[in-house]
């Protein structure tokens, strides 16, 4: 009665690998967000910094330069270091590029954001 059935994997709670894949999977949501929520942002950022129609450009493809330029960089680095320490470090500096996005803003003005974008990117 107090035997699980032979073959059966007895209940240790949620796996370490199944936590990671979830928090990776909620970082990368919240990324996408706030990338998406750039298209509605350039209008506020405009009005405050009088964009031209280059800066806009800048503004709209600033995260697609940073992604498509790291590519390369980070595949090289996870065949050296490992995928976990690449994909932890790249959430990390995205992390933080999110959260210095208004200083950076207060600070270098326009080129402040567009710098927090790619590295986002």
Known sequence: RGQPPEGARPDRGVAARDLAVLLVFLCRVTQTVMRMAMGAMVITICEEYECTGSTKGWLLSAHAIGYTSTQVVGGR??????????????????????????????????SGVVAAQVAMG
């Open 77 to 110: 680095l996870a065949d050296r270091t490992g995928g976990k320490v690449v994909c932890a470090a790249a959430l990390a500096l995205s992390g933080a590029a999110l959260a210095a996005t208004p200083t950076l803003a207060s600070a270098f003005g326009l």
